[in-house]
T-cell receptor
Framework: DQQVKQNSPSLSVQEGRISILNCDYT??????FLWYKKYPAEGPTFLIS?????DKNEDGRFTVFLNKSAKHLSLHIVPSQPGDSAVYFC????????????FGSGTQLTVLP | DAGVTQSPTHLIKTRGQQVTLRCSPI?????VSWYQQVLGQGPQFIFQ???????GRGNFPDRFSARQFPNYSSELNVNALLLGDSALYLC?????????????FGSGTRLTVV
């Protein structure tokens, strides 16, 4: 059972426009949600996080929105740049002792110049 | 400032063999986690160690084991390798057990089982 789902394997966006990446989850016990970016041959890089008690967090061009009632979060990138092209993973942190992350399957974002 | 370092970078093993992967966390970080990323999927949690004790284990068979040393580096061992163990193995470190700012990942070890 996939507790964190990213239903769009890929997304293409024109440079300068908004990129919206979506993520759904099923476990209400997650206490933090995080977005990671991954380039080929590199490990995932932390981008931005949001507490389960918040509905929005902003950091520069990146904004994450959380809709708890819908168990849905989204990452907005404005404006999109070609260097943003990468695989984006949504992750949710468990509230248990290990605080492990449960990842979605990722969305390949391609920003076209 | 060195990040999370993993060795080796790539590895090819035969079915049935055993493998040891190594991870050095960021200096000062006391928590190390291991994740397996199979092609086309997101990373999946294997183990977390904090202050040299196992604090969590994912849904992996007993063929997988790990340990953390006094200097906080860690090893992941996999016995009786199966073709399905072929994956990118990622190590992540954090200062404490469960940071709100995300874990710092290494570049991983690409294991191929033939």
């Amino acid at each position: 059972d996939q507790q964190v789902k990213q239903n769009s394997p890929s997304l293409s966006v024109q440079e300068g426009r908004i990129s919206i990446l979506n993520c759904d989850y099923t476990n209400s016990m997650f206490d933090y949600f995080l977005w990671y970016k991954k380039y080929p041959a590199e490990g995932p890089t932390f981008l931005i996080s949001i507490s389960s008690i918040k509905d929005k967090n902003e950091d520069g061009r990146f904004t994450v929105f959380l809709n708890k009632s819908a168990k849905h979060l989204s990452l907005h990138i404005v404006p999109s740049q070609p260097g943003d092209s990468a695989v984006y993973f949504c992750a949710a942190r468990g509230s248990g002792s290990a605080r492990q992350l449960t990842f979605g399957s990722g969305t390949q974002l391609t920003v076209l110049p | 400032d060195a990040g999370v370092t993993q060795s080796p970078t790539h590895l090819i093993k035969t079915r049935g063999q055993q493998v040891t992967l190594r991870c050095s966390p960021i200096s000062g970080h006391k928590s190390v986690s291991w994740y397996q990323q199979v092609l086309g999927q997101g990373p999946q949690f294997i183990f977390q160690y904090y202050e040299k004790e196992e604090r969590g284990r994912g849904n992996f068979p007993d063929r997988f084991s790990a340990r953390q040393f006094p200097n906080y580096s860690s090893e992941l061992n996999v016995n009786a390798l199966l073709l399905g163990d072929s994956a990118l193995y990622l190590c992540a470190s954090s200062l404490f057990q469960g940071t709100n700012y995300g874990y710092t990942f290494g570049s991983g070890t690409r294991l191929t089982v033939v």
